[in-house]
């Protein structure tokens, strides 16, 4: 595992699982992952499963001052996100950090928009279709 340091390149959102899961509607790691993939266009995200379930959606360090989604939160500019190596996924590590949609390049990221789009999507599936 390799950690980097939040703020520079990228900013980060912590999402709760059940979030991202309601947003993509399943609880499959690989169909979670695909839907991911296909509603991010490739926007790189991490899942981290050890202890508590998150993802962490890779955005563009200007993107921490854009939009909120009740129950995601952004990283700290200088927070150390741990990062896996971009070989691991979700059958080689079922109960650790794997890369649910792997970084292409560094300056392929989530495109904030998107990202609020599909964790408020989640959110109105949490509260049972409330949409406030």
């Known amino acids: 595992m390799t950690f980097l340091r939040v ?3 990228f900013s980060a959102l912590r999402a709760p699982a059940a979030l ?12 979670v992952a695909i839907r991911l993939a296909q509603e991010l266009e490739g926007g790189p995200v991490i899942a981290a499963h050890s202890t508590t379930h998150f993802y962490f959606l890779m955005l563009p360090a200007a993107a921490s001052t854009t939009g909120r989604v009740q129950g995601a939160e952004y990283l700290a500019r200088g927070t150390l996100l741990g990062v ?3 070989t691991v996924n979700a059958s080689q590590e ?3 950090s794997y890369w649910a ?3 292409i390049s560094p ?3 989530c495109h904030a928009p998107w990202v609020m ?3 408020e999507r989640g959110r109105i599936g949490l509260d049972g279709g409330d949409e406030r």
């Open 107 to 109: 300056v392929r990221l």
């Open 117 to 119: 789009r599909l964790l």
């Open 94 to 96: 079922p109960g650790g």
């Open 7 to 9: 703020g520079g390149l």
């Open 20 to 31: 991202v899961r309601a947003a993509v509607g399943s609880t499959d790691p690989d169909t």
């Open 84 to 86: 896996p190596p971009l």
């Open 101 to 103: 949609v792997p970084m």
